[in-house]
């Protein structure tokens, strides 16, 4: 398996434009997580999924951002309109549980630059 | 609800010398637990991991780590670190319940000194 993939790698939009992150988890991962990474706040968990559906929303930080998961093999985040503070990495990350929970397997994240 | 802490946010240690780094978590049931390391510019990866058993859980690269269980704590330990080790550290937890999210801890930064 090519493990997390994450697209694009590095994002520079303009305050105001929309954008959006992308993920395809690990095939068989039942489990999606977005995180957001910066100096100032570290990792924090925006969303996750479990089976497609949306478990806990409560770190997404406004209504700007929304994530949808609309089938096993892929998820997006998308932020709209953007502004300078979203800049972040974002990351992307997916696990299951079968018998007990496995670890959660990362992407490479993309770096978002808002302008 | 689930937390974790990790009390040293920055490490700085000469080549050789042994690390300690703490994590302490806080949930009232069954947890997993893990310890990730992020180099430079890259993305996390798994260093270690605790399911059930043998409290004392040995990684790669040397690092080993031990869950106590009375003190909610699982630190993460090399005895000598090599340059090569600088990064960031995170301690993560997950309780149990299907319900259960990963949290990760604020981070630890180990700077080491050739």
């Known amino acids: 398996d090519a493990g997390v993939i994450q697209s694009p790698r590095h994002e520079v939009t303009e305050m105001g434009q929309e954008v959006t992150l992308r993920c395809k988890p690990i095939?068989?991962?039942?489990?999606l997580f977005w995180y957001r990474q910066t100096m100032m706040r570290g990792l924090e968990l925006l969303i996750y999924?479990?089976?497609?559906?949306?478990?806990?929303d409560s770190g997404m930080p406004e209504d700007r951002f929304s994530a949808k998961m609309p089938n096993a093999s892929f998820s997006t985040l998308k932020i709209q309109p953007s502004e300078p503070r979203d800049s972040a990495v974002y990351f992307c990350a997916s696990s299951t549980r079968g018998r007990g929970w496995s670890e959660a397997f990362f992407g490479q994240g993309t770096r978002l630059t808002v302008v | 609800a689930q937390s974790v802490s990790q009390h040293n946010h920055h490490v700085i240690l000469s080549e050789a010398a042994s690390l300690e780094l703490g994590c302490n978590y806080s949930?009232?049931?069954?947890?997993?637990l893990f310890w990730y390391v992020q180099y430079p510019g890259q993305h996390l990866q798994l260093l270690l991991k605790?399911?059930?058993?043998?409290?004392l859980v040995k990684g790669i690269k040397g690092f080993e780590a031990e869950f106590i269980k009375s003190k909610f704590s699982f630190n993460l330990r090399k005895p000598s670190v090599q340059w090569s080790d600088t990064a960031e550290y995170f301690c993560a937890v997950i309780g149990y319940s299907s319900a259960s999210k990963i949290i990760f801890g604020s981070g630890t930064r180990l700077s080491i000194r050739p």
């Open positions: 949930y009232g049931g069954t947890v997993n």
């Open positions: 605790y399911f059930s058993g043998d409290p």
């Open positions: 999924f479990n089976n497609n559906v949306p478990i806990d």
């Open positions: 095939s068989g991962h039942d489990y």
